[in-house]
């Protein structure tokens, strides 16, 4: 396919533009808003809760989404955050968003929004937006820097195929998080039914804890030198933590299958550890032999009572220490043969949220990589249908 560019706001059917700021006391009910927590928590924007504000939505094309609008984080504390880019997959009611947000409506007549969506999110479009990222107080981009963007414009017809084609990755990926909360879900309520005969112990008395410790920072890299590092609840996915970092030189680690507990605000988020990883000093690991495991993780990510005392604790944040943590009064199963059955349903459940897990983890890597072989051309796209068939 032959490289043409253009400039993105050539592509538009609507001018870039901020979204509405609306007062307190016009806050609460009317219609839905996308604030910057949808966009930074989900990457394609569906059926999700939000807030509601009074506005007055008449000019529909100026204040109200519709399915295919791009968004942008207009501003973020972190320089990786400004300019990332959500797509709107469904719209059921009028939906408006915010004014820390830059809305993109591409004419479908010379583009398809699922693959500029898909452009923005590779490496080589996220490389475009931070060339205009300004540093401030905070990270942020201008519409009309973002409007002067140069980017690849294939036909619209290739445009399609190749949005097809990544489009069957993330459905794929969808649905194994899907099945992830739902084995999730019912491995809690497993838990829940079986409380009714359990007592309170000290954690203590059914793990051990390591708290973590972070090692001097010319150890820390981002090229896989090391150990994942694991500093604090925001390397912490759903389940699997994210690894951003490495550390060459651990001074605190945690055992595959250990839970991970945030020690700092919020306390009591946890994670389970899927290979040797260091940790810092937000995170605590809890380890036990692989009997215990499952219940221990599950234990801890149900007691939401427990942390409250501690989110208020500490200097500057709420945090929990190394004798709290042990002393923590821990619901535990009376007999063995009740801990050994519990533990061994609960381990079935997890295994499913595991292998979902990795399998989007494999084809998230797949789909950022065949973006860019497919916008240059080397890539066919008969060949990139071949590759998503046999993964999916």
Known sequence: MPERNARFSDLLEYPLRSGV???????????AMVNMGELFRYSRIGTVDMARVTIDATNEDRYLLREGDLLFARRSLKVEGAGQCSIILEVREPTTWESSIIRARLDPALA???????YFRSP????????????????????????????????????????????????????????????????????????GNFIAVPLRQVADIVMGSSPPGDTYNRIGDGLPF???????????????????????????????????APVG????????????????????DSRRASLIFHTLSSAH???????????????????QLADLPTLWPQTREEEVSLNEALTALDSRV???????????????????????????????????????
């Open 21 to 31: 700021t609306v007062a307190k006391d016009r806050r609460g009910n009317g219609i």
């Open 112 to 118: 398809d929004p699922r693959f500029y969506f898909y």
């Open 124 to 195: 080589i479009g996220r490389a475009s937006v931070e060339n205009i990222v300004e540093q401030v107080a905070a990270s942020g981009i201008r519409s009309s820097d973002l409007g002067n963007l140069l980017v690849p414009w294939p036909t619209v017809e290739y445009q399609h195929s190749v949005a097809d084609i990544l489009s069957r990755l993330d459905n794929k990926i969808a649905i194994n998080e899907q099945i992830a909360t739902t084995c999730h879900e019912l491995a809690q309520s497993e838990l829940m039914g079986a409380k």
């Open 230 to 264: 694991y500093q604090g609840i925001r390397d912490f996915g759903f389940r699997h933590p994210s690894v951003r970092v490495w550390c060459s030189n651990p001074v605190r680690t945690a055992n595959s299958g250990d839970t991970l507990l945030s020690v700092r």
């Open 269 to 288: 988020r946890v994670n389970i550890a899927q290979e040797t990883s260091c940790i810092g000093r937000g995170v605590a690991a809890i380890s036990s």
């Open 305 to 323: 009572d427990l942390w409250l005392p501690y989110e208020a604790e500490g200097t500057v944040f709420g945090a929990i220490n190394k004798k």
């Open 354 to 392: 595991t292998a979902a897990t990795k399998e989007s983890g494999i084809l998230a890597e797949l789909r950022d990589t065949l973006l860019p072989k497919l916008i240059s051309g080397e890539l066919r796209i008969r060949d990139a249908e071949k590759v998503v068939e046999d993964a999916v």
